[in-house]
């Protein structure tokens, strides 16, 4: 099985923070509530949510449970709290080199974790703001083509 680069999952990672700080610079302004259908099975259920709180809310808490104390110490003051990597590793003391290295491998775990988490995943990010629940969302089109194609294609026959 082959299993995605680890840019691909800096790249979802980028994706799912970009989207936080939208959220965040929208927080100031009141929030629409929106009525959503969560589909399952034979009943479908209706709730109200707030997506914007409730992404900052999600983001902020499934970091905070997949990283160590360390990673979310640089994941707190990088990301959330915006200091450039000079103010960074002076509170951390810590290099240059081992920062950013930090910081690569936050980037790849959240990015992994942001799209292989269940039952809703926060990438992408088109199905978490939607408006539509799926309990059992499957396969994303987004990773597809990392999927391996032994399922979908015979093995060719050898000639001799």
Not at 105 to 117: C, N, P, S, W, Y
Request: a positive charge.
């Amino acid at each position: 099985m082959e299993v995605p680069c680890h840019c691909v999952f800096r790249a979802i990672f980028a994706a799912c923070y970009n989207r936080f700080r939208e959220c965040v610079a929208l927080a100031a302004q009141p929030s629409s509530v929106s009525l959503e259908f969560c589909q399952g099975g034979r009943d479908t259920r209706r709730s109200y949510s707030r997506k914007r709180e409730e992404y900052i809310a999600d983001f902020c808490l499934v970091s905070r449970r997949v990283l160590d104390d360390f990673e979310y110490q640089v994941f707190r003051y990088h990301f959330l709290m915006g200091a450039d990597w000079k103010l960074c590793c002076r509170q951390l003391k810590m290099d240059r080199g081992n920062f950013f290295h930090s910081v690569y491998r936050i980037q790849q775990k959240l990015g992994r974790v942001f799209a292989e988490l269940r039952p809703y995943p926060l990438f992408p990010l088109s199905e978490y703001f939607s408006g539509l629940i799926h309990r059992d969302p499957g396969r994303y089109p987004e990773l597809e083509r990392f999927a391996t194609e032994e399922e979908a294609s015979d093995p060719l026959p050898l000639s001799a």
